[in-house]
């Protein structure tokens, strides 16, 4: 089935249900970005919420699209499922209560039906409330943890965790320059291109690759940390966040101690 059969088929199954408020369409669907690579994900409101007879009815409608091959009932969120069918058609569900829509907003939802009105009572976008400045300075701090774990990677000789670190680093990386842009509709973890401008895109594909030996290991840390940490000191600034100085002075002298090291940019 192409996306649209799929959804009609879906809607068509649980419009008359007992207990089903509202349906609607969200994500790349819902907001009018989708492809024929895209999942389709829905939120599906009802009385109850995400009880075992309401997974029961979502089960029954995603069947008649073709066999599950993997079904994921409420196991990574309390109010989701995920769904594969054979020809590997991905479906999601949030399940919530009426009173659960309240985060929701009327430009990320496509209704199929509505029979309680709710649609109409939800805001029609999110605020922006500005950056999350508790987690960037997690993850600032962060990637210089990981930074600094190379010495003892390093001194194990376990250059296969060393590849992991620089693994880290990069979705580090990514994360920070999808900030810089502030791309709207970040979508998935596969929507990269539309997220992030032709440059970053050219930082990231000159970065060295993650190689388990040591050489290889060093020069892909230091090559990370010459892209990321100027660009996040900078936005650090921009957002008023206080830059953890002491520890990332400590992090550079301790690979300076252990390997010689010195920093890839100036700390000025």
């Known amino acids: 089935m192409d996306h649209l ?64 091959v993997l079904w994921r009932d409420r196991t990574t969120r309390p109010v989701l499922i995920n769904a594969i069918t054979d020809d590997w058609t991905r479906i999601d569900a949030l399940i919530l ?22 649609f109409d009572s939800l805001a029609k976008s999110a605020t922006n409330k500005g950056p999350n400045r508790a ?16 010495h003892l990677a390093a001194g194990r000789k376990e250059y296969i965790n060393g590849v992991l670190g620089v693994f880290h680093l990069r979705n580090l990386l990514v ?41 290889a290991m060093v020069t892909a840390h230091l090559a990370y940390a010459a892209a990321y940490l100027p660009r996040a000191r900078k936005l650090a600034q921009q957002w008023d966040i206080e830059w953890p100085e002491r520890f990332e002075a400590a992090t550079w002298a301790q690979l300076n101690r252990s390997m010689s090291i010195e920093p890839p940019y100036s700390l000025d």
């Open 175 to 215: 994360d920070l320059l999808i900030e810089e842009t502030g791309a709207p509709n970040r979508g998935g973890v596969l929507h990269l291109n539309r997220l992030i401008s032709d440059e970053q895109k050219e930082l990231l594909t000159s970065l060295p690759p993650a190689v388990p030996n040591l050489d």
């Open 5 to 68: 059969e799929v959804i009609e088929t879906i809607r068509s199954s649980l419009s008359t249900a007992p207990n089903v408020r509202a349906l609607y369409l969200s994500g790349s669907h819902g907001n009018g970005l989708a492809d024929e690579y895209s999942d389709i994900d829905f939120v599906m409101v009802t009385t109850d919420g995400a009880t075992d007879e309401v997974s029961k009815l979502w089960q029954e409608a995603v069947s008649k699209i073709g066999e599950i």
């Open 135 to 150: 987690r960037f300075k997690y993850q600032f701090e962060e990637f210089i943890r990981i930074l600094g774990l190379l």
């Open 97 to 118: 209560k009426p009173d659960q829509m309240g985060l929701q907003t009327q430009d990320s939802l496509k209704p199929l039906f509505d029979h309680a009105g709710i």
